[in-house]
């Protein structure tokens, strides 16, 4: 095929796979619904907080999930591998629902409750949440394992780029959206409208056609599991982007910090999280708005290296930003939007939005590489493996930065983090000459 001229290279992203009916609704249903997802664990964040004024406590709520949502997140690729995809998504996706609908009355009882004796204790929202995030966890493999199945190879890519947007739009007005909410009408409201917006969702998965296991599948259990394990074992490249993206997650994941950060350093409390969180899923947005040029990217071990050392410069501003605040220098803030400070505000936002605009370069390769490179009878599992990895390295990084801001101080995590993925990610190219020299011409696991 004659390559077009770079004057004719698409830059805006190729919508092409939402013409397809199947993926058409599953992305608009899954977008509608990721943004009351997004609403909700901003608010349970803040929800947490408000109850304790204590960031570990905050980052507790990853943590207590991790364990879970790792094993949900192996068995899930292993259903998705062994039954009906479409079967599995509406079952995890209504125990989803449910988590949502328990925190809805465990934020009412909070509120009717707060400063008496029958005051809700914090464990059944650590409960509700991970029960969520265990359903989501196999949603979200299963999902993903039902691309290659309703699109031709060739519009993969394109669909990730898509699925960009999606997240973008997902991360830049729900958590916007919760701060709102949240600072005006409370939390239970805030939980409410996620549970109406899971209604989009669904209907995407409902109107899905069957997607039945292939007559060669392995029947669900240990050994489907180990033989996705052993396939990894021998897919080099795919491992090395497990590894890269895990680095970035575990020391470049500043979310837990927000609801303190707003309050103790920059200022403005439930806004200043919203306007923050949705800056780094502007930066996403924006990055997939204008994603038409990856298609002319193959080397995508390096693009993928290059745009996480680019998150870590990004939360290592960050870190930087919120020390300087906390030395006192530059004025008192407060938790009242009005006592915010302007110009950390805005320096935190465009760190925020780095970061999410590096990690959506990064995400549109890994995936594609993914996707491209597994065979479908193997897709659940690498999928369960994936969603373990994109979501459990957000967990331990919660971990990480709420231990290390309370035995050190909120600027020291993501400082320290930033620097360790720069020097990480450089070892790691250098010790995987086959994910550096990946060519996408010629996916290899």
């Not at 990730?160 to 600072?183: D, E, F, K, M, Y």
């Not at 292939?214 to 996705?228: F, I, P, W």
């Not at 890994?366 to 369960?384: F, H, I, K, N, V």
Request: with cysteine.
């Amino acid at each position: 095929m004659t390559q077009a001229p770079p004057q004719q290279r698409r830059r805006l992203v190729d919508l092409a796979p939402l013409r397809v009916p199947a993926f058409g609704r599953l992305w608009v249903g899954g977008a509608i619904a990721g943004i009351g997802a997004q609403m909700t664990i901003v608010a349970v964040g803040l929800q947490i907080f408000d109850m304790t004024h204590s960031t570990l406590a905050v980052g507790l709520v990853g943590g207590i999930a991790l364990l879970p949502m790792i094993i949900a997140g192996l068995w899930g690729g292993v259903l998705a591998d062994a039954f009906d995809r479409r079967t599995v998504l509406i079952v995890s996706s209504i125990v989803a629902w449910l988590g949502t609908l328990s925190l809805l009355g465990l934020s009412l009882a909070d509120t009717l409750t707060r400063g008496t004796d029958a005051a809700v204790p914090l464990w059944p929202f650590y409960l509700a949440t991970t029960v969520a995030t265990v359903a989501a966890t196999i949603s979200g493999a299963t999902r993903a394992a039902v691309i290659p199945r309703i699109l031709p190879a060739d519009l993969i890519a394109r669909a990730a780029a898509l699925n960009g947007i999606s997240i973008g739009a997902q991360l830049t007005l729900g958590p916007a959206l919760a701060g709102v909410l949240v600072a005006t009408l409370g939390f239970p409201v805030t939980f409410a409208v996620d549970a109406v917006l899971f209604t989009a969702g669904f209907l995407g998965i409902v109107m899905l056609p069957r997607l039945p296991a292939e007559k060669s599948a392995t029947r669900a259990g240990l050994r489907s599991l180990r033989d996705g394990i052993d396939f990894l074992r021998h897919a080099p490249n795919i491992r090395s982007s497990f590894i890269v993206d895990i680095v970035a997650m575990t020391f470049g994941r500043p979310f837990a910090l927000l609801p303190a950060v707003a309050a103790l350093a920059v200022g403005g409390g439930a806004v200043t999280v919203g306007v923050l969180t949705a800056a780094a899923a502007l930066g996403t947005f924006l990055t997939s708005l204008f994603s038409g040029p990856v298609a002319h990217v193959h080397r995508y071990g390096v693009a993928i290296a290059r745009s996480i050392m680019v998150y870590g410069g990004c939360v290592a501003l960050l870190g930087l930003v919120v020390g300087a605040m906390q030395t006192g220098w530059f004025g008192a803030v407060g938790a009242d939007f009005g006592e915010v400070n302007v110009p950390a505000l805005v320096l935190a936002a465009l760190a925020m939005a780095g970061m999410g605009a590096s990690d959506e370069v990064s995400a549109i390769f890994r995936s594609t590489m993914m996707l491209t490179a597994t065979p479908d009878a193997m897709q659940g599992r690498l999928q369960g493996i994936f969603t373990v990895v994109v979501t459990g390295g957000p967990r331990i990084g919660d971990l990480y930065v709420g231990i290390l801001a309370t035995a050190v101080g909120l600027w020291f995590p993501p400082l320290l983090g930033g620097v360790l993925i720069i020097a990480l990610i450089a070892l790691i190219m250098r010790a995987q000459p086959s994910f550096r020299n990946y060519d996408a011409r010629n996916p290899q696991p």
